[in-house]
């Protein structure tokens, strides 16, 4: 059992990660609201073009930067911040490519070119890994800025977490590949280099995709090769910001097999990539007092209460569904505890009402600070 | 189970839903929603109630997620069609292998194939050029859809279901054939992709669903995507579906009967207490729901199906074949 508090301390980086669906844009909101209640200077980025994480804060318009949530939200929550402020933005990744290819760019010429090719405006939602890396992008730029304690990354809603720790290496895989070679050298000179067999396997290609994407293609490679340089080496630090001292990943599932056999999976992957992992948030566990089954007869006893035969079947029945469901969750999380060698797994129980404001992160956080002991007893209480 | 599929006031829909075979009249059934809504259930689900309707059924599953061969107790599936169960096929769609089978289909010439196939240039260019993996697997789709296959001793199968992939655009998937049209402006690969986007925005052949939860964010969620869909890529939404819906099994007045006794601080009767207050929250939980679903029909236009909440620790056989007859 652990806190947030605790796989927080001495960190200025947080990121949430974890496949789509499992509550990571509320949990990285929640997180993000409890550390600035806790007095510090926190700013959440999220990339998810639902806006959830804007409705959940109240703050319709997100842009590529950040703005603050009324502090008078949190004094209305009844949450004394002592200084604490809550920032949010909603990642762009088209904005934020843009912003890289303007920086990196050698000259005005080049930066038009690329900005105006067909290929390239089509990059930053098509390239697998392309919103992922934009998502780093900005969190190594808003963290060279330093305005911030702590900053919680809401990681892009890609089909698994993997993609998220792959993109850097897609990236610049993409953009200095052998092959960017040959679409860089003007038509003759690849031909020579490459001999006949270049020559027609071009034309082949050309008979599948059509001459101008290929023009299109070689445009655009060869305005990038100037900036290939300058990219790659952002890549270098931005993986390096991920590996940092000052850095945490926490993953987040649900209680289901599937998520928690993903959760495990990214786990190992974070492990071998020698990535700090922080610790894991399984949401949504249902709860039920793990009761003795001491040969009570539960039916007769409710009856007994209730005074009604049918009231009671029913109430027993709706009691061994959600039992079993408790069963489940239960021995997952257990295997997921063990799988990952960790005693740093906070669960947060499927709570009665759906979470979109602060007051609602403020109910989840509860759970994801309460420290120790106090965390089942609340699981408990809540149950 | 209470499985509702709402009478829909005030919708072009007024008085009459279609029915679900409209759905399974179609050749192609894009299922899509958001990660985590249980949409892979759900296609599952709707392709063994087509199939069990008496339409020779595929599901592809797109980017190696498997579900399918996972419920079956199959070996994984792969880029092959298997017969699952009576009338039911699968294939895991690969864009890879997508890729190599339209070259194949492209190029007659098997020294022009070979050529391109070692080329390293070839695979550089698959993986360089935005959305040309997306629109293949779109491609292998249609051709599944067809009567008179491309490929050597294909099926020919009455209905197409795919279980889109889950992606921060739920349209972009659709849009994919139109986003290409565009990028490559001429040639082949144009055309093609023209082909693909007429075939998927053809309410005769393709339908749509979408996967919802009962809950506000994924409400929203659907409600825009079903926005986009019909002011972005010009489709109208055949159907959601709203999964995992909780049961109303105490009336308020039981509820309250059951606060009353969850109250009594009668100590030793702990189970009585922990499955009052069990059914308490189950109760709640199901009255949350209905308030998201009259939300869902105020903010959607597309009939609605729902699909009951299954207590049951894994999915497997028999939890699809139960949704399935809630679909059929």
Known sequence: MASVTELLDGKKICICAGSGGVGKTTTSAAIAAGMAARGLKVAVLTIDPAKRLADSLGLPELGNTERQVDPTLFKEAGIDTRGGELWAMMLDAKETFDDVVRRHAPDEETRERILSNRIYQQLSNALAGSQEFMAMEKLFEIHAEGRYDLLVLDTPPSRNALDFLEAPKRLTQFIEGRALQVFMKPAGFGMKVFGRGASVMFGVLRRITGVDLLEDLSEFFQAFSGMAEGFRERARRVTELLGDDETTFLVVCGPQGEPIEEAVYFHRKLVEARLPFGGVIVNKVHYEEDLADDGVDLVAELERELGDADLAKRVAANFADFRTLSARDRENVGHLAAEMRTRAVIQVPYLDEDVHDLAGLMEINRYLFAAGSEERAQIAAAA | ?328
């Not at chain 2, 096929?89 to 339209?102: A, F, Q, T």
């Not at chain 2, 194949?104 to 040309?132: E, H």
């Not at chain 2, 986009?228 to 579906?241: A, C, K, Q, S």
């Open chain 2, 1 to 328: 189970m209470n499985h509702v599929t709402r009478f829909r006031l005030g919708t072009r829909h007024a008085g009459t839903i279609p029915p679900m075979s409209a759905l399974f009249d179609k050749r192609l059934v894009i299922v899509t929603g958001k990660g985590g809504v249980g949409k892979s259930t759900v296609a599952l689900a709707l392709s063994l109630a087509a199939a069990k309707a008496g339409k020779r059924t595929i599901l592809c599953e797109v980017a190696a997620q498997e579900h399918l061969s996972k419920v079956f107790h199959r070996a994984e599936v792969g880029f092959h069609e298997v017969e699952m169960a009576e009338n039911l096929w699968g294939i895991s769609i690969d864009p890879d292998e997508s890729m190599r089978e339209y070259v194949l289909l492209q190029l007659k010439v098997k020294a022009m194939r070979d050529l391109l196939f070692r080329s390293k240039i070839f695979t550089y260019l698959a993986a360089a050029t935005p959305g040309l993996k997306e629109l293949v697997t779109i491609g292998k789709i249609w051709e599944l859809t067809l009567d008179d296959r491309k490929v050597r001793k294909g099926h020919t199968y009455d209905l197409v279901v795919v279980d889109a992939p889950a992606t921060g655009h739920g349209v972009g998937f659709l849009q994919t054939p139109r986003t290409f049209a565009g990028i490559a402006r001429v040639g082949p690969m144009h055309q093609q992709a023209k082909t693909l986007d007429k075939f998927v925005t053809d309410p005769k052949k393709t339908g749509v669903a979408i996967v919802a939860l009962p809950e506000e964010m994924p409400v929203n969620e659907t409600a825009n995507l079903e926005r986009d869909l019909t002011e972005e890529v010009g489709v109208e939404v055949d159907r959601i579906f709203l999964n995992g819906l909780y049961p109303e099994r105490f009336s308020p007045a039981e509820v309250a009967r059951l606060e009353q006794v969850a109250g009594q601080n009668g100590d030793g009767n702990g189970p009585v207490r922990a499955a009052c207050r069990s059914a308490i929250r189950e109760s709640r939980r199901a009255a949350s729901q209905r308030e998201q679903l009259a939300r869902l029909e105020e903010m959607t236009k597309a009939p609605i199906t729902t699909l009951p909440y299954l207590f049951d620790p894994e999915i497997g056989v028999e939890q699809i074949e139960a949704l399935a007859e809630e679909i059929a």
